[in-house]
């Protein structure tokens, strides 16, 4: 039988991933930033950023879902007066939230599956730069991508009440569009003879997390309003044009986006479901129930790649259901392969399988290898020949075939390849992200460390950003209230976020807020008002060259890949003394406004 670790085990190890990833991870979307960083860093702090999002007028986003994580962030900070501490702390919560649902689903795969595929699953889920980037990034896509993982876990376990609560805390606290990877649990549930204990336990889990969200809303808007309800809305029927004024991309990005986040694992997974049918077809044997757990991720990916605008955050809810189809995949390649190789080079009678008792101590019942997964007995791989089952009285059979033996070992190792290549090509991925992207970090995280220390008691510095607004990772990296974020006009022309006010902030309509993304010119400071300015330069650009001015020095700087102007594999993938050579860094830079 194959080893797998068993759940302590599995989920030290998870949790070592996911604390690298809060330690190490990007922010990769300026929705992260804006939409929950910001707002939450006003719940506690009482100052930050507002997207028109928040606004009372459109009401999109929940306060239900910041103040979940306002918790720990209170918390946090009672421990620690450094708003950046804070910050990695409540990072290393996310993570602990996704590994405590990765080993709910490992925990169902390992039972339901075996531990055959439990490993793979295992494996996918450590290594995986999809997880890396989901499983610690602030964003309801996320939190919806830990409850599913639960829900799908509870539910290979047939926990039918904890699969149903925790798709309901996935649609109503999280995303509400990833209810649709939740529909085969639902209809699973249904068709089970159990209908009316699933539909009160739904009703129940619906009206006990609904009621607590609609009263913070409530305590927060000064009006009764479902966020979860506004943003299907504004999706649906597109208030003033709706997301895709926010871009528009063609059905195979999130082809793209997978296989440079999963690479061999989503190859894998995308061909699950036809390999489960050929190998189910050719051992007649029934294949439905595999199919049915496969499912989820193929509906939601098919739903999500017929979207016109699409984002990398939107296929967070699938990336461990992903892992697990993987993992399906790559045994059930084994099975398959095994199958043919006795059917075609070893045609020595099979030996008889084992009898085990049954699991409630009934008759003693037949069943097939120990090594197969318990999930796949529908489909089991065929008794190892040459020599019979313990306990089964079945004489020895003749020789296995050389040729039979040498293929087989063939088969294995193209297993262990794919899985080899899978873990390189993850280090490799996680490494570039790290290594190329992550100076924005840096650059503000010394920007409060070295360059604003020591500076007079009582003294307003302003930080100002242009064109890279959109990688400003928020007042979390600020040191107090005296530093503030400002805008300078740039080739950007839409709608960027305003302070909160002072007064009634969150149920107080702001001015100049509009949801068609239409540029507003109140957001915008003079250069001359500046202390510092964060900037990216790079050839072609229409805005001001600070590094030629002599008005401004460089104050801090750190290496950051122009992806521009570099080979769109060599940004993806990082190979050491190779990939430094093949494309561009220019740098990131903190420019100081000169004394006259």
């Given at each position: ?103 709910v689903l490992y925990h169902g795969v390992r039972v339901t599956f075996g531990p055959r595929v439990a490993i793979w699953t ?475």
């Amino acid at each position: 039988m194959m080893w797998s670790p068993n759940l302590k085990t599995a989920f030290y190890a998870l949790l070592i991933a996911r604390i690298l990833s809060a330690l190490n991870n990007i922010i990769g979307d300026c929705d992260e930033t804006f939409n929950y960083w910001e707002p939450l860093h006003f719940l506690r702090y009482g100052y930050g950023l507002q997207t028109w999002e928040y606004s009372p007028e459109y009401s999109i986003r929940s306060y239900a879902y910041l103040a979940f994580h306002w918790i720990f962030a209170k918390f946090f900070s009672v421990f620690s007066p450094e708003k950046i501490t804070v910050f990695y702390y409540v990072r290393f919560s996310l993570g602990i939230l996704s590994a405590l649902s990765e080993i709910v689903l490992y925990h169902g795969v390992r039972v339901t599956f075996g531990p055959r595929v439990a490993i793979w699953t295992f494996v996918f889920l450590f290594f995986s730069p999809g997880m890396f980037i989901a499983s610690t990034a602030l964003l309801p896509s996320s939190f919806s991508m830990y409850a599913l993982a639960a829900a799908f876990g509870a539910w290979l376990l047939y926990k039918q009440a904890a699969a149903i609560v925790s798709s309901v805390v996935a649609v109503v606290l999280g995303w509400p569009f990833s209810g649709l990877v939740a529909v085969p649990i639902g209809l699973d549930f249904a068709t089970s003879g159990k209908l009316v204990r699933a539909a009160v336990t739904a009703v129940l889990a619906l009206v006990a997390v609904t009621v607590p969200c609609l009263l913070i809303d409530y305590y927060f808007y000064h009006k009764w309003t479902l966020p979860a309800l506004n943003i299907v809305l504004y999706n649906v029927f597109g208030g003033s044009g709706g997301p895709n004024l926010y871009g528009e991309e063609p059905w195979t990005f999130y082809v793209w986006n997978a296989l440079l986040n999963f690479n061999v694992a989503f190859v894998l997974a995308a061909v699950s479901a036809p390999i489960v049918v050929v190998q189910g077809i050719w051992c007649r044997q029934p294949f439905g129930r595999t199919l049915l757990y496969l499912s989820p991720a193929y509906l939601w990916f098919i739903f999500m790649s017929l979207q016109p605008h699409k984002e990398e955050r939107f296929l967070f809810p699938i990336h461990p259901l992903l892992c697990f189809c993987a993992a399906v995949s790559l045994e059930t390649f084994d099975d398959l392969a095994n199958w043919l190789l006795h059917d075609h080079f070893d045609h020595s009678p099979a030996s008889t399988p084992a009898a085990v008792p049954a699991k409630d101590g009934g008759p003693v019942a037949s069943a097939p290898a120990p090594d197969v997964p318990l999930g796949l007995r529908h489909r089991p791989r065929r008794a190892a020949t040459g020599q019979a089952a313990a306990g089964a009285g079945a004489q020895p059979t003749r020789k296995i075939s050389p040729i039979f033996r040498a293929l087989q070992w063939i088969v294995n190792a193209a297993a262990w390849l794919a899985v080899v290549v899978f873990i390189v090509m993850s280090v490799s991925r996680i490494a570039s992200v790290v290594i190329n992207f992550r100076a924005p970090l840096r650059v503000y995280d010394q920007l409060s460390e070295r360059v604003l220390t020591p500076r007079p008691a009582n003294t307003s510095v302003s930080v100002c950003v242009g064109k890279e607004w959109y990688r400003f990772p928020g007042n979390f990296f600020f040191p107090d209230r005296q530093v503030s974020v400002q805008f300078v006009r740039s080739s950007f022309n839409g709608q960027l976020p305003q302070p909160f006010g002072d007064v009634n902030a969150t149920w107080r309509i702001p001015p100049n807020m509009n949801d068609a993304n239409r540029e507003e010119m109140s957001r915008y400071v003079e250069l001359s008002s500046c202390d510092y300015f964060v900037d990216f330069e790079f050839p072609g650009q229409t805005e001001a060259r600070l590094s030629e001015d002599p008005q401004w020095s460089v104050a801090f700087k750190e290496p950051f890949l122009d992806a521009s102007s570099s080979p769109s594999l060599y940004r993806a993938f990082y190979v050491p003394f190779v990939t430094p050579k093949r494309v561009v860094y220019r740098d990131y830079t903190i420019f100081k406004r000169q004394k006259p």
